[in-house]
Structure formats: structure tokens, C-alpha cells
């Protein structure tokens, strides 16, 4: 099993939708959580980090489930520009510090 | 401006003829990492440094070398290059000194082994 999951989609909405990514994470030792976007091929681009609490930035809300293990994103009004690949990425501090990336899970925003 | 650099950013060459694909970063981190990108298979880190002189093996690190004598610096080294190398090569940073810190990725190198 690997250390970080998720659905690689894609998720095909309309124009306007509200879509939801979750990623589980299966070390309890992770300590920060963080989502980025990766166009086609291009560089990894950090989207926004994951609080406890839970967080939003415009039209994107993070949000951390400590007790089971995930961590989801949601978009409200997706936008063309949206259709892209969301990476969920890990950061495992027990042992080698280190960065676990998810494989993505691809969004394709339909108008 | 901050960012990471990575040179070259395409390249195309032959089996087994060394090649060094450069990072640098202007922001004073302490972490540096290497990663490949390949389809179905998300970012695989090769190696990582926590610090000038301090490097370790990833997850992939098989048939890579790389070093760290300089802060901003770390380039990674195909001995003898093979076509199963062929992959998206991304360079990543970050100041480790502090929790809940990102990274910075570099623009890509588009290695293709023939």
C-alpha cells in the first residue's frame, strides 16, 4: 500500500461545479499536509497548505481528518482554468524527514 | 526573485555518455531534492541533502550520483546514462528549519536516453 493515495481521476465537471479530492495518508507520523497543482508536464506549484483547522483561500477549502487519516480539497465554482492535476504531498517527520508526494488525481473543468 | 533553477531544460543524448543536470537556488535553503516524474508513477525522489555535504538516497536513487558543496547548489549526475532514465527530472528546495514549510520546484528537465 502506499504511504499516500489518492484517486487519479480524472474528474470530469462542468463549468461552475463544486468538486471534491480526498487523500489518504497512512503513517501517523505525518505532521504537515499540503496540496499542489501541476499543469500538463510542467512544474509542481504549491496550491495552499493544510491546517487543522481547515483553511480557504477564494474558491478552495482545505481541510485535515487527523483521526482517519486524509486530507481533502474542494473546489466551488470550478473554472476552466482549473482542469489541472492536484498533487496531495506528505510531510513525514519520523526517521528521514521527508516529502511524500501522491501520484495526483486529474480534474478536467468542461464548458 | 526566488526561485530554483534547473539547466538544461531539455536534453536528448546517447546510452552511457556522462551528462550533470544543474540546481540552484537563491534563497538559502537547507533541503535540496531530486525527483523523476514518470507517467502512472507521480514524483520519485532520487536523492536529497539536508545540508552542504550531507546527502542520502531517496527512493530511486539507482544509476544517480549527486553532491552538495555548496548551499545553493546541487546537481545531479547520470555516470552512464541508460533509456530507462528517459523521465521529467525535477529539482525541489526548501528551508527545513521550519514546519509546515513547502517546496520550491524548478521549471523540469526533460531528459530522453536513446
Known amino acids: 500500500r502506499k504511504e499516500v493515495e489518492q484517486d487519479p481521476g480524472p474528474f470530469n465537471v462542468p463549468e461552475g461545479a463544486t468538486v471534491a479530492f480526498n487523500c489518504t495518508y497512512s503513517?501517523?507520523?505525518?505532521?504537515?499536509f499540503f496540496w499542489y497543482r501541476q499543469d500538463c508536464r510542467k512544474e509542481p506549484k504549491l496550491l495552499m497548505s493544510?491546517?487543522?483547522s481547515g483553511n480557504e483561500d477564494g474558491r478552495f477549502t482545505a481541510q485535515l481528518n487527523r483521526a482517519s487519516q486524509y486530507i481533502s480539497l474542494l473546489i466551488r465554482d470550478s473554472k476552466l482554468s482549473d482542469s489541472a492535476t492536484y498533487l496531495c504531498v506528505v510531510i513525514r517527520t519520523s526517521g528521514t524527514y521527508k516529502y511524500i508526494f501522491g501520484t495526483g488525481t486529474r480534474l478536467k473543468v468542461l464548458a | 526573485e526566488a526561485q530554483v533553477t534547473q539547466n538544461p531544460r531539455y536534453l536528448i543524448t546517447v546510452t552511457g555518455k556522462k551528462l550533470t543536470v544543474t540546481c540552484s537556488q537563491n534563497?538559502?535553503?537547507?533541503?535540496m531534492s531530486w525527483y523523476r516524474q514518470d507517467p502512472g508513477l507521480g514524483l520519485r525522489q532520487i536523492y536529497y541533502s539536508m545540508n552542504v555535504e550531507v546527502t542520502d538516497k531517496g527512493d530511486v536513487p539507482e544509476g544517480y550520483k549527486v553532491s552538495r558543496k555548496e548551499k545553493r547548489n546541487f546537481p545531479l549526475i547520470l555516470e552512464s546514462p541508460s533509456p530507462n532514465q528517459t523521465s521529467l527530472y525535477f529539482c525541489?528546495?526548501?528551508?527545513?528549519?521550519?514546519?509546515?514549510?513547502?517546496?520550491?520546484f524548478g521549471d523540469g528537465t526533460r531528459l530522453s536516453i536513446l
Open positions: 503513517n501517523s507520523a505525518s505532521q504537515s
Open positions: 525541489a528546495s526548501n528551508d527545513r528549519g521550519y514546519s509546515n514549510q513547502p517546496q520550491h
Open positions: 534563497m538559502n535553503h537547507e533541503y
Open positions: 493544510v491546517y487543522s
